[in-house]
């Protein structure tokens, strides 16, 4: 009696969920994203926009399946697992997880990544120039050496660069690495400074006070989540803080040299349509994020008294005040 | 739900079976909380990932994962036995300390197996797709442990672990090593969990240092859960209930992700994720209350 009335229960259920998916469109497109993020939801964003701006909007012409692993890996195996078995015309996969996960559920389904720095050490492609399979993508390894020359043209006087980064986060140990590399150029010596949870910035930045002559903050999602704190322990101690992305500007940081997440995604969203017009995804070369901007913040840069001359204004596509 | 999201769910169940399994020692049968699993999980990814890709083969890679995971449960018991250290809070120290741990294991945050070769390769060579044989598998292996699990349950070392659980003074003063049996079973528990992460890095193409987060959970689900559907009396129910629990929170998840016709959005999955599985929970008592009256 009991569990035959349970098996029953999930039997409606199953056959509820079933009926409800079934629909006719004529382009698909599935999403799959590791986590809610703003630089991510600008990202997703971009790629409808641009979908959208050739026709394609959801229900007129196309059929969209966005799912979210709200942080979860198991949860983005089995989305990645639900997309290979409702076959969508092309999957695009937010994030390097994500798009291990698809890359792992199918072989044959078009794939689009974005925002993956590394494709080829996350096995995603074989070689950016020709992946081969069937996944390609746009690839956004974070230009660190103009942002390192930003420092030295808008602080000169900076040797001791801070680095605020989570350890676990693959593209963040990618950027401090690269920072690293490429600091003794610009004559800046990296002092790193580890934060593995969001709740352990604002110690990590305070613990960068007197060792460091300013502060970046690479793209890393978690740092980011908490820039608030290192914001504060910058305009406290007088030391400017550099973001790896745009966005974290306008949140209190003295400037930053980044992608225009949006844009990516338009670009992202440009690979996409010519996959769903048929183009194969082995054939088309992995596309670096091309578009860079500047963005500054008069006030952070008032409060802690640097000047910025203004050619560097002039450059700027967002000044916040 | 499509045959292939079905299928996904399954296997994924059966991976997480184990952990439900290694739970089910360390909190039904030796009554230890233990959250060292959302360490050992990874770990075991970690380490049979690092080894595949160092050129070792799979299955000595993910043996070696399980003796890690063994490793990580003797630590806990170890601080919780020798240096007295509340068994909940031994466990969370060894979690932390495994993040790093499995970072410096991986030299960096995430090693991907896509293309490598893995325990699950030379099913290939079967004919069939891989979303079909991975489940058959994966599930045959939980079977077979669950028998050897139930197996040492009933033997002389197994009845000494369940007695220092239920009761470790009456234990010691029959004569039973108690610290010896927490010892054995917390390894024994944690060599599961790191087996689940490892046959979990390989099916999924990546290992990963986040990807422990939540294990603890999830396994709990699958205990508690299982045990509201089945009602287990015997030892070999009680292990059948772990491995339903987990396919059925599987299942339940799949069908969350197919919920977007109710107007539900990517953003409420959690939420109907919890509410499934509260419904799964409270439905059959339900239907008894209604029989009785």
Not at chain 2, 71 to 77: K, N, P, S, V, Y
Not at chain 2, 86 to 100: G, R
Not at chain 2, 133 to 141: E, K, Q, R, S, Y
Not at chain 2, 256 to 275: C, H, M, P, S
């Amino acid at each position: 009696m009991k569990p035959s009335l349970t098996a029953r229960s999930l039997l409606a259920a199953l056959l509820l969920a079933a009926g409800g998916s079934a629909g006719a469109a004529d382009k698909s497109v599935a999403i799959t994203q590791i986590v809610e993020h703003p630089s991510l939801e600008a990202i997703r964003q971009g790629v409808l926009d641009e979908l959208a701006a050739q026709g394609l909007k959801p229900g007129q012409g196309l059929k969209l399946d966005y799912q979210n692993a709200q942080g979860n890996p198991a949860t983005a195996a089995q989305i990645a697992r639900k997309f290979a078995g409702d076959r969508p015309d092309a999957i695009v996969a937010i994030t390097t997880p994500s798009a291990q996960a698809v890359a792992a559920a199918t072989r044959d389904i078009p794939v689009v990544f974005v925002t993956v720095t590394d494709p080829i050490a996350a096995r995603l492609v074989k070689s950016l120039e020709r992946p081969g399979g069937n996944v390609t993508g746009t690839s956004d390894a974070t230009p660190i050496a103009e942002q390192l020359a930003l420092v030295r043209e808008l602080t000169p006087q900076v040797r001791r660069l801070g680095v605020i980064y989570n350890p676990g986060e693959v593209n963040a140990v990618a950027q401090l690495e690269r920072a690293r590399a490429e600091g003794a150029r610009f004559g800046l010596t990296v002092v790193e400074s580890a934060a593995p949870k969001s709740s352990d910035v604002l110690g990590a930045a305070r613990a960068l006070v007197g060792k460091a002559d300013a502060i970046y903050v690479p793209v890393d999602n978690t740092v980011v989540s908490a820039l608030e704190a290192v914001v504060k322990v910058g305009l406290e101690a007088k030391l400017p803080v550099y973001s790896g992305d745009t966005d974290s500007v306008a949140r209190g940081t003295l400037a930053s040299l980044g992608y225009d997440y949006y844009a990516s995604g338009r670009q992202s969203g440009r690979m996409l349509l010519r996959v769903l017009n048929g183009e194969a995804p082995g054939s088309m070369p992995v596309e670096r994020i091309e578009k860079l901007e500047l963005h500054l913040n008069l006030k952070t840069a008032r409060v802690i008294g640097v000047e910025l001359p203004a050619a560097v204004r002039g450059r700027a596509a967002k000044l916040i005040d | 739900m499509s045959l292939f999201a079905f299928l996904g769910a399954l296997e994924l169940g059966f991976v997480y079976a184990l952990v439900a399994l290694g739970v089910f020692l360390s909190f039904r049968v030796l009554q230890f909380p233990d959250l060292t699993v959302d360490g050992s999980f990874p770990l075991g990814a970690a380490v049979a990932a690092s080894l595949i890709v160092a050129g070792l083969d799979p299955w000595t890679s993910t043996l070696a994962a399980c003796a890690a995971g063994a490793a990580a449960g003797l630590l806990t018991a170890w601080m919780t036995l020798r240096l007295r250290i509340l068994n909940l809070l031994a466990s969370i120290l060894t979690m932390i300390a495994l993040y790093s741990i499995n970072l410096r294991i991986m030299g960096k945050p995430n090693v991907a197996l896509l293309g490598e070769s893995t325990v699950l390769s030379p099913l290939a060579a079967l004919g069939l797709p891989g979303y079909v044989l991975t489940p058959i598998a994966f599930g045959v292996l939980v079977l077979v442990l669950k028998w050897l699990l139930d197996r040492f349950l009933g033997s002389e070392l197994g009845l000494a672990m369940r007695a220092t659980g239920e009761n470790p003074r009456m234990a010691r003063a029959n004569g039973i090593a108690t610290a010896r049996t927490t010892l054995v079973g917390m390894a024994l528990s944690n060599a599961l969990v790191a087996l689940a992460g490892a046959l979990f890095a390989q099916s999924q193409g990546s290992a990963d240092v986040t990807m422990g987060v939540g294990t603890i959970v999830v396994g709990l689900a699958a205990v508690i859960g299982g045990e509201a559907l089945l009602h287990p009396r015997t030892v070999a129910l009680a292990t059948a209930a772990c491995i339903l629990g987990s396919l059925v929170y599987r299942v339940l998840v799949a069908l969350a992700l197919n919920a977007d016709f109710l107007g539900l959005q990517a953003q409420d999955l959690n939420l109907i994720t919890a509410v499934l599985v509260g419904a799964a929970l409270v439905l059959p008592r339900l239907g008894r209350g209604r029989a009785a009256a």
